[in-house]
C-alpha cells in the first residue's frame, strides 16, 4: 500500500469561494475544490477561474491540494485538466476523476497529463484518485485501479452509485426500507479489494447528513474495519471524526509494540511463535503490528503530501 496520508477528504464546491479559509483551516489531510456536481452548469468557466486562484494564492499548508474535473463525457472536462495544470499545475498534488467506468478513462487522463507535464516541464508528477460510482466502474475496477501508476487512490462514489444501480435510497443514500446487514457492503468490498490488489488506498463515500455525526462516525468505522483508510467529508464538522476513525489508537500501538518485542524476544531465544497475554503471537501478527506502527509514524511525522 502506497503511505499516503488519506484520513479525511473535504470537498469544497469550487464556486463558493467565501468558504475556501474555513476549510484549508479543518485539518482535513486533502481539500478538493470540486468543478463537477457541487457546481452549476451555469458557473463552471467561473469556478476554474477560482480553483486555479486558491491554488496559485492560498496557504494551503500540509493540507493535499486537490481538484475534482468534470466527467470525461462532458464539455468542461478537457479544459479543466488543460486550464488547471497549465496555469497551476505545479501547485497541484491530485485529480480526482468522477465515473470512471473502464481503465481506458484512466488511461486517457494519464496522458493528457503526461503531455502536460513535458510541455510545462513540471517536476513532479501530478497524482490520481478514481472515484467508482458506476455499476461498469464497479465491475472493472481491479482494472480500473491498476490502469495508471499515478492512482493512488480508488474512491467509492455512493451517491451516482445508487442512481446507476436504481437503488431506492433517501437522500443520505440509506434504503427506504427495511435490509439486513450492510447495504452497500458488497460495493465496499468490492472497491477495497481492487485498491489493495493495486498497493493502493481505499477512501469511503460521502455521508451528506452532516448533522448526524454519530452516523458519520458510524459509517466511517464500518469502512475502517473493512480496510478503509480514510472517508470524504462534506462538512468541517466531518473532519477530526475521519481523522480520529481512522488513526490508530494508543491501546492498538501499545498492543503492536508489544507483539513485535515478545515475538523478537522469542526469535533471539531461538524459537518461534509465542504467546501475549493468552494470545498467539506469529509472524502475520508482526506484519499486522508493523503496518499499524508505519501508519502511526506517518500521522505523527510525515508531510501529508
Known sequence: MTSVLRRSELALP???????????????DLVFLDL????????KEESREKAIG????????????????NG??????????????????????TIVVPKACTARDVWWVDLLLTQLETKLGLDRRIRLEVLIEEVEGLANAEEIAKASSRVDALIFGVGDFSLSQGARVDTNFEPLGDYPGDFWHYARAKVIVAARIAGIVAIDAPFPDYGNTEGYERDARRASLL???????????QVPIANTVYSPTAGEIALA?????AYRDAEAAGRGAVGVDGVLVDAAHVKMAQATLARAALIEGSPAR
Open 14 to 28: 469550487a464556486c463558493n469561494d467565501h468558504m475556501f479559509g474555513k476549510a484549508l483551516a479543518s485539518g482535513a
Open 257 to 261: 509494540e508489544r507483539n513485535i518485542a
Open 227 to 237: 480496510g478503509y483508510t480514510g472517508k470524504w467529508a462534506i462538512h468541517p464538522v
Open 72 to 93: 470525461l463525457d462532458t464539455q468542461w472536462c478537457h479544459d479543466d485538466i488543460i486550464e488547471v495544470v497549465t496555469r497551476a499545475g505545479n501547485r497541484l498534488d
Open 36 to 43: 463537477e456536481d457541487a457546481t452549476p452548469e451555469s458557473l
Open 54 to 69: 486558491a491554488l496559485n494564492d492560498l496557504d494551503w499548508g500540509r493540507t493535499v491540494r486537490a481538484v475534482r474535473i
